[in-house]
């Protein structure tokens, strides 16, 4: 704390996290919109999406820093590898499954896209156990994962130093740390999704 050294490897695992988590929805609505848009391509890819959504992650990560080397865009990646085929998924069957009684009213309005887009935001927000809820909780699982193996900062260097060091009052103060930040995250994206359910 009197170097505040602690408080850079705070915000840099949040700022992975949040770019990782931020990427994965983004990338995960476009992937769902494709999947949907061409039966064809749903058909090839969605074995693949399977197969990778059941891989261990932490697998990946070595794999990543030989391809992309020991930088800071590889832990996001990392980040998102663990949370972006699952999430996919979830989209794909929220676009698959849209009420079609809806959907027969909404094309004299030509809106079926933004019709299923709308179901797929509730879906993303609704619920105990939202897709963005799980996603925010694996983005930060993958990004310490990254961290333990390809940082020079952050709370997964920090835990990996310390249990290296046998500092166990830094280890636990980490591991309590990320704690904290995870009921945090949790909370924030709570709100976020009040606000946004509150629109549709």
């Known amino acids: 704390l009197k170097n505040r050294s602690l408080f850079l490897h705070i915000g840099i695992t949040l700022y992975e ?12 609505i476009l992937a769902a919109i494709l999947l949907w ?17 059941s ?18 865009k590889t832990i996001i990646i990392a980040g998102m590898s663990v949370a972006i085929f699952g999430s996919i998924l979830n989209l ?4 698959i ?12 309005l030509h809106e079926t896209a933004g019709m299923r887009l709308q179901s797929c ?8 156990h939202s897709n963005m809820k799980v996603n925010i909780g694996l983005c930060l699982v993958g990004v310490i994962i990254g961290e333990f193996l390809a940082a020079k900062s952050g709370l997964g260097y920090l835990i990996i130093y310390s ?21 945090g995250l949790y909370a924030l994206i709570n709100v976020v999704e009040k606000r946004v359910l509150k629109k549709y």
């Open 17 to 28: 996290t949040f770019i990782s988590f931020i990427l994965v929805i983004l990338l995960s």
């Open 37 to 53: 848009y061409s039966k064809k391509l749903s058909e090839i890819l969605e074995p693949y999406l399977v197969v990778l959504n």
């Open 55 to 72: 891989l261990p992650k932490s697998a990946l990560a070595p794999l990543l820093i030989v391809w992309l080397g020991a930088t800071s």
């Open 92 to 95: 794909y069957t929220a676009f």
């Open 97 to 108: 499954n849209v009420d079609q009684e809806k959907i027969k009213l909404i094309y004299t």
């Open 121 to 128: 935001t509730a879906f993303l927000c609704s619920g105990n």
């Open 163 to 183: 249990s290296q060091v046998f500092k166990m009052d830094w280890l636990l103060m980490s591991i309590i740390l990320l704690c904290i930040m995870a009921m």
